[in-house]
């Protein structure tokens, strides 16, 4: 439910330590809890209705003697408690307080005098307690693992005002003492009305907590961890949610040593939530994901299309005029392309976009009778610029686009001889739409936001910084009978495109050989 949300998903924001600082954060506003508080409402309506109220048994003294009644069988009738409210309160705590609440009920009675004549008599009761306050104060913790718990703090229940009338027996001489069964009968709800809620409402939340989702699988390879790294806050009226937001290798998980960047306390938004990524969070990908060894490829023909423009093939006699010392070697000969990423790869936001670089190797492999034989290593470094958007579905999860890379080349190691690389570093810049769609063709998943049962994020909008980027949302509860619309809805950083800006890298002439025009089936290159 949409208040385990609002709850679960609160960490502390008071100073951390280095391995304390969060990778990922949630703000819900003081909007988000008032929204929670319109879901609340209902359900606690219908909890408390269907509440079974204790037997009464008292004694009390009445014009006609000592008697001892009996009010059993109660059930409630009508609930109006909307005047109930949400408050946050330091440091960790969320107070639900029901103001002016009204209860009836009915009931059976029945009465017996304690002493001689022992008349008795029975019927039915009409109950009806009113400007009821209770207020019942929770607080949000974390346990050892990283998982939030809600535990009961404290509840004060004040009835201002209860009334009874009594019908069937002799139902009009009771009702001219009624208010000695009214001061027993407000004691007796006072007493009962704090555990009650209490079992009703912590039940509710620890229900909802189950469904809470702070391990999620990428893919085959990766996971990502959101669990709390403090126990919960408040602070300027929201709460503050600090996580890991760490994705790890499934096979041997181990933390990025990547250091973590600072955030504001709050941040001020019209929005019910709002999430941070941090550069942290998208530097544990790289590091996973290159320790899982997904960040290595052998590139053949089968991943290049054939229905292009150009129809290109990794064959040394097509690659003849940017590679000839390769074709002299091994003419007209299959290749393959091993690429291997030797760092993990790293990741800058500022406010300008998002920018990323990798490090590798790239060894050209020539087919020799059924025989990979290495021709030659390259050095590579790839800049990149990189979008973000949001898929909205019945999972929310984060996707990174490459919309631009910048290859710099050096040869590193040569079984043919030495040979210039000037033709093929410019093929490669010529090829950066091709590197740029296979990339993306290889990235299929997108990095699972926190999720929780019927709750559901609406619509994104998003503030660069230096350091991480602000995704402010709203939240929708979707309610059991309905049915959230499997249609995805995509969000993005850049909807329109930008100018990608990256670091230039001078284009040094390694082996001081002039450049030179060349030709690949008939589009030129220098």
């Not at 899982?292 to 054939?306: E, K, S």
């Not at 929780?452 to 009978?481: K, P």
Request: glycine share 6%; proline share 4%; hydrophobic share 40%.
């Amino acid at each position: 439910m949409l208040l385990m949300f609002v709850m679960t998903l609160c960490a502390t924001c008071t100073a951390l330590s280095a391995d304390e600082k969060p990778g990922f954060r949630i703000q819900i506003s003081q909007k988000g809890v008032e929204y929670a508080r319109g879901v609340l409402l209902p359900k606690l309506k219908e909890a408390i209705q269907t509440l079974k109220i204790e037997d009464i048994d008292k004694t009390v003294n009445t014009p006609i003697g000592h008697m001892t009644f009996q009010i059993y069988n109660a059930r409630v009738a009508d609930v109006d408690i909307s005047q109930t409210t949400l408050a946050l309160a330091s440091p960790s705590n969320l107070v639900v307080s029901f103001n002016k609440a009204l209860i009836s009920a009915g009931a059976q009675w029945h009465y017996r005098r304690v002493h001689f004549p022992h008349i008795s008599d029975h019927g039915r009761i009409n109950i009806s307690a009113s400007q009821i306050n209770i207020n019942v104060n929770l607080n949000i913790g974390r346990t050892e693992d990283g998982k939030p718990n809600i535990t009961y703090q404290s509840c004060s229940t004040l009835v201002n005002h209860t009334s009874v009338i009594f019908s069937g027996g002799y139902s009009w001489l009771y009702n001219l003492f009624s208010g000695s069964v009214s001061a027993a009968l407000k004691s007796t709800l006072e007493s009962q009305a704090c555990p009650k809620l209490r079992i009703q409402i912590v039940k509710n939340l620890d229900n909802a907590l189950e469904s809470l989702n702070l391990h999620s699988d990428i893919d085959d390879y990766c996971f990502i961890d959101y669990s709390l790294v403090e126990a919960p806050s408040v602070l300027h009226d929201a709460f503050i949610a600090n996580g890991k937001g760490e994705i790890f290798d499934k096979t041997n998980p181990s933390e990025c040593p990547s250091p973590k960047q600072d955030m504001p306390e709050t941040v001020d938004s019209d929005r019910m939530v709002t999430l941070w990524i941090t550069e942290y969070m998208l530097n544990t990908a790289g590091y996973a994901y290159q320790r899982a060894g997904f960040l290595q490829y052998n590139l053949t023909n089968a991943d290049i299309p054939d229905d292009g423009f150009i129809k290109f093939k990794l064959n040394t006699t097509v690659l003849k005029p940017m590679l000839p010392e390769l074709y002299q070697h091994y003419p007209n000969k299959i290749l393959t392309i091993w690429i291997y990423v030797t760092k993990p790869i790293t990741f800058d936001i500022n406010k300008a976009g998002v920018s990323g670089q990798a490090e590798g190797t790239i060894t050209w492999l020539v087919h020799v009778n059924d025989t990979l034989v290495p021709a030659f290593t390259l050095d590579a470094q790839l800049d990149l610029c990189v979008n973000l958007s949001v898929h909205l579905g019945s999972k929310s999860e984060v996707y990174l686009d490459l919309i631009t890379v910048e290859p710099n080349i050096q040869l590193k190691k040569s079984n043919i001889g030495d040979f210039s690389i000037k033709s093929l570093r410019s093929f490669l810049i010529m090829a950066r739409f091709i590197i740029k769609e296979f990339v993306n063709s290889k990235v299929k998943h997108g990095i699972p936001l926190p999720s929780i049962d019927q709750v559901s994020f609406s619509g994104f909008q998003f503030n660069l910084e230096n350091g991480y980027i602000q995704m402010h949302s709203d939240i929708i509860y979707i309610d059991t009978r309905a049915k959230l619309d499997a249609k995805r809805e995509l969000y993005t950083v850049f909807p329109h495109g930008f100018e990608c800006k990256i670091r230039n890298r001078e284009n040094h002439d390694v082996d001081g050989q002039s450049e030179k025009h060349f030709s690949v089936l008939g589009v030129n290159f220098f």
